[in-house]
């Protein structure tokens, strides 16, 4: 149990265009999902937070209007890098966290987005 | 500023040797967990630590957590290329859900 997914896996897109990455818990309800960006040979750094049906909590530093995120149902949340720059260029990881058990985190397999 | 160091930053060792990495702070966290991640993957949990002073055992990996909950260990015996790998540490400070990432340690076991 605990499985979460991640779609797309890699995006290329182009400089200006928005990309959405979608996060889903597939075999337990997630009342809490988080945003992690991760660059080449450093941990994670964590985005936002959000809980289903209200508004993402964000990091300081985080852009919320640049980085979209929806927390629609117990099973998905979904992130939007709007008008992406080359600089936005990374990886970003989703995790989420089960009722009753929110020290844990279970992370999806990520998502390499690219822009050019 | 980092809030859990972790130490060291890289370990090359060869097959069937141990490995100790750790993770330390000035905080006092409510659990500690330890994930492993491989390239282009996202990390994978390997464990939770709760109570100050617990060691848990998965197979060759031995963990223990301080008993002031304010570091940790994971120690591997015999390692295996099987366990190479990014190593972090993640803690949670207690009614934030959200988790502090050391830097990772990167183990590369050799054939």
């Known amino acids: 149990g605990a499985v979460v997914s991640q779609h797309p896996s890699w995006v290329i897109c182009k400089s200006g265009t928005s990309v959405k990455i979608e996060c889903r818990s597939l075999?337990?309800?997630?009342?809490?999902m988080f945003w992690y960006r991760q660059f080449p040979k450093q941990s994670l750094m964590l985005m936002a937070t959000?809980?289903?049906?209200?508004?993402?909590?964000?990091e300081q530093g985080v852009e919320k209007d640049k980085f979209l995120i929806n927390h629609a149902s117990l099973t998905l949340s979904t992130l939007t890098v709007t008008s992406a720059h080359p600089e936005d260029s990374s990886f970003y990881i989703c995790?989420?966290?089960?009722?009753?058990?929110?020290?844990?985190?279970?992370f999806g397999p990520g998502t390499r987005l690219t822009v050019l | 500023t980092q809030l859990l160091e972790q130490s060291p930053q890289f370990l090359s060792i060869q097959e069937g040797e141990n490995l100790t990495v750790y993770c330390n702070s000035s905080?006092?966290?409510?659990?500690l967990q330890w994930y492993r991640q491989e390239p282009g993957e996202g990390p994978v949990l390997l464990v939770t630590?709760?109570?100050?002073?617990e060691v848990k055992k998965l197979k060759r990996l031995t963990f223990q957590f301080g008993d002031a909950r304010k570091d940790s260990s994971l120690h591997i015996t015999a390692a295996q290329p099987g366990d190479t790998g990014l190593y972090l540490c993640?803690?949670?400070?207690?009614?934030?859900?959200?988790?502090?990432f050391g830097a990772g340690t990167t183990v590369t076991v050799r054939a």
């Open positions: 993640a803690g949670s400070l207690g009614g934030d859900y959200k988790l502090s």
């Open positions: 630590v709760v109570t100050g002073g």
């Open positions: 905080s006092v966290f409510s659990s």
């Open positions: 959000s809980n289903e049906g209200s508004k993402a909590t964000y």
């Open positions: 075999d337990f309800q997630a009342t809490t």
């Open positions: 995790s989420a966290s089960r009722e009753y058990s929110y020290n844990e985190q279970f």
